[in-house]
């Protein structure tokens, strides 16, 4: 299997995009994250949904966990609000995948695309080729797409 046979398209955002949207969108589409583009269209980084639940929870309780006992419950049911008025790139953090680790080339086998993922812990991998105008979207791998597809070569 080349990482060509096992993109699809995929959802994805610019860094310009409006944060809570972002979120809606991952929600709604169960996504594990979303592909963030640049102006230009080519893939910026990887926003995985467990970045947006870390911009949403208050540092004082990634510190000190036990501190999130102490917020009520209609409070801790407004988490998202957190998000209103920023953009996706604001959510992005110095260890959030960035694209040149999570490319794939066409021709990279499955093997390569585990490997990418791997070595970013990143929930997909963005398949591009490179022309004259730079990086050119064919689609995107999941972590679950690839499982899936692995798996049905294992016998029964």
């Known amino acids: ?74 409070h801790a049911d407004r988490l998202c609000e957190a998000l209103r008025g920023r953009r996706v790139g604001d959510c992005l953090s110095p260890t959030t995948p960035k694209p040149r680790w999570a490319i794939a080339a066409p021709d990279d086998t499955a093997l390569e695309v585990a490997a990418h993922m791997a070595r970013v812990r990143s929930p997909l991998v963005a398949v591009c080729e490179r022309d004259k105008a730079g990086l050119r979207l064919l689609g995107v791998i999941t972590a679950a797409h690839l499982l899936r597809r692995l798996l049905e070569a294992v016998p029964t």
């Open 1 to 74: 299997m080349r990482a060509r046979d096992l993109a699809v398209e995929y959802e994805s955002v610019t860094v310009d995009s409006d944060a809570l949207d972002a979120a809606r969108l991952m929600a709604e589409h169960k996504l594990p994250g979303l592909l963030v583009l640049d102006e230009a269209g080519s893939p910026k980084a990887i926003l995985p949904a467990s970045q947006l639940v870390k911009v949403i929870v208050p540092p004082y309780v990634i510190e000190d966990p036990t501190l999130a006992s102490v917020v009520d419950e209609r």
